[in-house]
């Protein structure tokens, strides 16, 4: 990837969804008013292509293991967090409320009722500094209604489709950042919401977003309001070369806990995580991986892949498996031959990517889409 930004896909053109690209914190003042009635819900991610996949379910693809750890996780942060609790929760809701606002993964998204409060979890992250090489995103949804009566109805572990719910205020930062959350049945699936659309903060406006919104009292301090987020409030604005991290609320969390779902290779570029992993070449032993792609819609391209020999004197008869960038729902795809000999993956993305391919003879393939002459300037430089 060019720019350093890793890139989510969608493996069908359904999964596509309105996209706002402004230009100006003016610009987005015009473009959220219409978001301003009530009826709406937000969330902001730091990169625009991070999915709605829960932070529990990124990095798995077994989803027997991934039940079976997610219970182990929470009976230990139910025994081993009650002596830092002034509150204790009242059932597994709140537990898993708790767990989701201290950074445990949970089977939680995170939402708000202000566009300002997850304006500014798009603009800020874990790394402020990386953060704004890449476009922030900020999630738009129609607001549930009865999501109190129809979630605490049964417990989050049996409910069968995904539910809103409102937390007690069992956190100071749930009220702060005037939360909500959706449970997933399946944490492996990211979420395809209703009417759900998207506005794109570039990089580049990211620091003038964070002054804005700071004079408005969206900041480290109210966002989190403790010593700790006081001392990264200051910490930003007395001393602008030390780098004030904010506990990021976005699928990417669990990373910490959950094994990728890549070969255990050491990672060269960790925000391109195939780049340099498979022999840095897309053609080799008579096969070549190669890509097509073309604009769609605003702020999407098709890409169409594909693993074929070069001059057609072979043909695949067995799965071909893709590696794609961690931030995908699925980040290893595996996919079948076509009946010419062929392997083609067709995937809808924001910008280029590096792609991984194994085939089943035991040879590794590497394509970075952004090197694509014929792809379209902006995909290649994102």
Known sequence: MSQGKPISVSSSVSDLFPRIIINSWNDFLNNIEQFLDGKWIFRGVTNVTYELLPSIGRGWDDSTRLMDEEARLLRCFKREARPYLTYLPADEWEWLAIAQHHMAPTRLIDWSESPMV???????????????????????????????????????????????????????????????????????????????????????????????????????????????????????????????????????????????????????????????????????????????????????????????????????????????????AKAKRTVRPQSTGKVKLELYSYGAFTVGARLPDGTELELDLSKIEDAPKLFRSR
Request: proline residues 10%; glycine residues 8%.
């Open 118 to 328: 997850s304006t500014y979890f798009a603009v800020w992250g874990s790394d402020p500094r990386r953060s704004m090489s890449f476009d922030g995103g900020l999630y738009i949804v129609p607001k549930p209604t009865g999501a109190d009566e129809t979630a605490r109805a049964t417990s989050p572990f049996d409910a069968k489709d995904v539910q809103f719910f409102y937390p007690a205020h069992v956190s100071r930062r749930i009220t702060a950042q005037r939360g909500l959350f959706t449970v997933h049945p399946n944490p492996l699936r990211a979420y395809d919401a209703p009417d759900k659309r998207q506005i794109v903060i570039p990089g580049r406006l990211k620091g003038d977003f964070r002054i804005k919104l700071d004079s408005l009292g969206f900041n480290h301090a109210t966002m989190f309001p403790d010593i700790d987020g006081l001392a990264k409030l200051l910490a930003w604005r007395l001393m602008p070369t030390v780098a004030a991290p904010v506990a990021p609320q976005q699928p990417a969390a669990a990373q910490a806990v959950a094994p990728p779902v890549t070969v255990a290779k050491p990672r060269i570029r960790p925000d391109d995580p195939q780049k340099g992993q498979w022999g840095g070449k897309p053609e080799r032993n008579g096969w070549r991986l190669s890509a097509r792609v073309e604009a769609v819609e605003t702020g999407w391209f098709k890409t169409v892949l594909e693993v074929a020999s070069p001059d057609g004197s072979k043909m695949l008869t067995e799965p071909v498996e893709f590696f794609l960038h961690d931030s995908f």
